[in-house]
């Protein structure tokens, strides 16, 4: 329906005044609910917020480790924006980028090697005595 149309349905001015205040009323009336909805959204936000830092600062598992390395610093970056996230995904349906940092910062908690733990190659040549002497003396 547009404009004319509603007009046509009132027979004097009278009906489509009093028909526009009502409506004006109630757009005041849920502007003024939708404001409060939101200041009430961006309070239970600030809160949850606080609290997540909260959590996080009293967390055993990040508060264990005395020196910390590289390797350490990802995995209580990964609890923490793992922390954030679910509290997202407990909001609203996480993006498709937000599942794949999920992902990501599972993998660098789940990761275990590092790197002092891997085991080295090399090429090993078995040598006789009689090369390991030829070798000292320097006979080729």
């Given amino acids: 329906m547009n404009i004319n149309g509603l007009i046509e349905n009132f027979k004097s001015m009278e009906e489509l005044k009093v028909f526009c205040e009502g409506q004006f009323k109630q757009v005041l009336q849920l502007s003024k609910k939708n404001k409060e909805l939101e200041d009430k959204l961006l309070e239970v936000k600030k809160e949850s917020k606080e609290l ?3 959590e996080m600062s009293s967390s055993p598992v990040l508060l264990e480790a005395g020196n910390i390395k590289g390797q350490e610093d990802a995995k209580q970056i990964a609890q923490v924006q793992l922390k954030l996230l679910k509290d997202l995904a ?11 940092r999920v992902d990501l910062f599972n993998k660098i908690l789940i990761d275990k090697v590092q790197e002092d733990d891997k085991p080295l190659k090399a090429n090993i040549k078995i040598l006789k005595n009689e090369d390991l002497k030829m070798l000292v003396n320097g006979n080729d």
Avoid at 90 to 100: G, I, M, S
């Fill in 52 to 54: 997540v830092k909260k």
């Fill in 90 to 100: 407990f909001e609203r349906e996480l993006t498709l980028d937000e599942a794949k």
